[in-house]
């Protein structure tokens, strides 16, 4: 990013994050509250994914297995187990362990061959767990799921939207540095040329499967917070729908860009509560899945590059504008 991006981006941020600090003082609404703390879980699922697919390349179909087993890690131990803030953060650090040693297989397994293969071996996989959380009624209760206690901090919504907001920030900086660091930037030429990038003297596969690692754990992470919310956990989470989700989400924010993933978090969330809101006033949004879906198409057509591709063309464009005149004036 520019210096010049930075001075333009860095204010709208600040200014974003103020009005979200204040928003609950201000609002009332324990609709939107609930709302905005969706979507901040989702925008942490997103950038997993952007981590991957944007600054990566790496298409994964089964990305939803990390979503889902930070769920299942802290349902189940907040089940069996007191509801303390001691048992959760026990849950976090296992479902971030074990989200990271099954992103470490499969990359190892898959990641040396084409990227195809990464994207089916995932699918398989997500599939297996969902099968087994189907299928292990004893310890999952199968479809139906099971509901779970949650620490006392956790039950009060005002309380619980500040938790993911601040998750969602120290996150966003935490992959923000990731992504700007070496390490980063070699990750964002193997996305543009993964053949350059070998012939220079990278080992690709060791640089794949860090991406891996890091995009399943703080998946796994945002899971852990998507049930505490809710409070009820089903196979649901590993269903390929989560996925699709954390693909139109980045798609739409636009591709290799964590504010994008965060925008599109936000736009996919909002059209969702708006149509099924609009559904119950109008017999015709019923169906509102196929209007979203419509709604997805016209704005990947407008914006093929995402809202972030689309603001940043409209920045640049300004900039040179701007040069322009300065160089009339000056002759």
């Avoid at 007191?82 to 074990?98: G, P, Q, S």
């Avoid at 190892?108 to 398989?124: C, D, I, W």
């Avoid at 005002?158 to 070699?186: A, M, N, P, Q, W």
Wanted: with cysteine; aromatic share 14%; hydrophobic share 55%.
């Amino acid at each position: 990013m520019t210096e010049f991006s930075k001075r333009i981006h860095l204010p709208w941020g600040i200014a974003i994050l103020f009005f979200l600090m204040l928003f609950p003082v201000v609002n009332d609404s324990r609709s939107m509250l609930i709302l905005f703390t969706q979507i901040f879980i989702f925008a942490i699922f997103a950038m997993s994914f952007d981590i991957l697919l944007g600054y990566t390349g790496i298409v994964s179909f089964g990305h939803c297995m990390f979503f889902g087993i930070g769920s299942y890690s802290i349902a189940l131990m907040l089940d069996r187990y007191e509801a303390t803030l001691i048992n959760f953060f026990i849950a976090v650090c296992v479902a971030v362990v074990l989200a990271a040693l099954v992103s470490y297989v499969i990359g190892m397994l898959s990641l040396r061959l084409k990227s195809h293969f990464y994207a089916m071996l995932t699918l398989a996989v997500s599939q297996l767990f969902l099968v087994l959380a189907e299928k292990w009624r004893t310890l999952t209760h199968g479809g139906d799921g099971f509901t779970f206690h949650v620490p006392d901090i956790f039950r009060d919504r005002f309380s619980f939207y500040y938790i993911s907001l601040i998750s969602l920030v120290v996150l966003f900086l935490l992959l923000r540095l990731f992504t700007t660091s070496s390490l980063g930037k070699v990750l964002k030429a193997i996305s543009q040329n993964e053949q350059r990038a070998e012939a220079l003297g990278y080992k690709i596969l060791h640089y794949k499967v860090i991406a891996s690692i890091v995009a399943g754990t703080v998946a796994a992470f945002s899971g852990a917070l998507y049930v505490v919310t809710l409070r009820f956990v089903n196979t649901t989470v590993f269903s390929i729908e989560t996925t699709l989700d954390a693909l139109l989400m980045t798609m739409i924010g636009g591709l290799g860009t964590l504010a994008g993933a965060i925008a599109g978090a936000g736009v996919v969330e909002f059209i969702q509560h708006f149509l099924s809101e609009l559904a119950g006033d109008y017999p015709i949004f019923e169906r509102w899945s196929i209007f979203l879906g419509l709604l997805y198409i016209i704005v990947l057509l407008a914006f093929p590059s995402g809202l972030a591709g689309a603001v940043q063309t409209l920045t640049n464009r300004k900039r040179k504008k701007a040069k322009e005149e300065k160089l009339k004036q000056a002759a």
